[in-house]
């Protein structure tokens, strides 16, 4: 029982699935060619010093990104200081509460702010915030939140403001995944609204909030043209937040585009170690999601 | 087909509208009035007048979409989670008007609680903190006094002898029946006077279904229970009373014996049969 085109339908449909599988694994070689070129280039400069020590003045060969790693971290926390509280809020406001129509404009206005080239977010920081700083005229008082000029905070901030619609969508989006039997019986229990969000929504759907977040972060700390305008760089150690501050993707840029052999190496390190930090925070939320699954169906 | 012209009365059935041709009891956990609700442009019930006896178990019957899950719910307000949702009518529970304009639907619901289809323990808590948590969210803090309600609550709803060795076990680790146990337990910590019950066993296996049955046979020594059913021989086996809804009215609310036996309206009849529905 076999069609008259029965051989060439098998024929066809083995050399699409062939075809298919190749680009399939093309999607993966990307990767595997940015950490093979970086861990070459990148892991002769990786040694006790770029860890512990400054960059070494110019001219001389040596030195560090003990600064810059410092930084890096420093600026994801300040961001998250401001883009976990707002979106996560937004999150539960979109998912729990809220009318379609509000509901419709800011997730349409957290999509396009999704869109918005990083460069952009700099340069509107840049002209709001560090070319005047940011103030409350409290009755008559100026109250100084951000003073003007290249700060931690104004790059802090410019990150956080990127995280805020990220975190707002995917708050929401697991948010709504809680099952709204679990909402019902608490409401059924004469629980109020407020603590049946909290200690049963947020709790339920904590782990993707926190995947959430994390994927966030992992997108805005390799950003480096917000940073060219806010954060600025710093050769030295940041020793106040309203200081300019180092961070991996500004000296990595620096050292890059400068005229040294030995900046170069050190530039090719830095992208690995930013590489590797990235990966670490996308498997930890592997890891989350993993335990998620596992837990869901035991 | 006798139904269809039975269901276009000229008038309105006066068992709708006048005081229910229900027997008497001396005093009625519930008192319904005239109790509309819509959805939108939506009526999904038509002035419904019961009462519900107090420690009696009332079951509630009728084919699908004939308004009982938002009867049930209207009893503690969580109809009002529904945006469009309207009520009219006025319902007393032991004489008080839940509806009140200084009534908070909060309160409401801790007097009247709710046990669901599909059996809905918090997966983050374990068994003992599911039993809790109505007593916990709502400020009780002392321990002796949580670990004895969770004994009590689960001794109640039949399930603490299988449990009490892994009370800090998570809640979804147990099977499907014991989950629904748990949840009656959770809706018992809080001591409710009214517990109702939306098809509680309609997901469970007949083992598990007949626990549910006897515990509830148990529990209406101490509290009223007004149930949901669409198992014709589960309202038989385990209620007192038998309300028969059809698109949104009441049709017949008496005995479960009178309505199983000699129901006076030939729709009743028809349903309790299994000749439609």
Redesign the interface.
Known sequence: MTAPNHRRRRFKNALMQVFTCVCAVLVTLPLFLVFFYLLKSGIGAVNGHFFTQLPAPPGETGGGMANAIVGTFELLGLAALVGVPVGVLGGVFLSEYGHSRLNWWVRFAADVLNGVPSIIWGMVVYGLIVRHGLGLNLFGAQVGLIDRGYSAWAGGLVLGLMMIPLIMRTSEEVLRLVPNGYREAALALGIAQWRTVVQIVVRTALKGIITGILLALARVAGETAPLIFTAFGNQFWNRSLADPIAALPLQIYYYAIGPYEDWHRQAWAGALVLLLLITVINVSVRVLTRDRFSQRHS | MPFTSNRTPAVPTPASAATPAAPATASPALTIRNLTVSFGTNKVLKGVSLDIAARAVTAIIGPSGCGKSTFLRAL?R?HE?VPEARMEGDIRLFGEDIYGAAVE???????V??V?Q?S?P???MSIADNVT??LR??GLRNRTLLAERTEQSLRMAALWDEVKDRLNA?A??LSGGQQQRL?IA??LA?KPEVLLMDEPASALDPLATAKIEDLILELKRDFTIVIVTHNMQQAARISDLTAFFYLGELIEYNTTTKIFTNPAKKQTEDYVTGRFG
Do not use: E, H
């Open positions: 503690n969580l989670l639907p909060v309160v409401v619901r801790r007097r609680g709710m669901f599909k809905n918090f997966p983050t948590v109505g969210l709502n998570p979804i680790s949840c959770r809706a809080v």
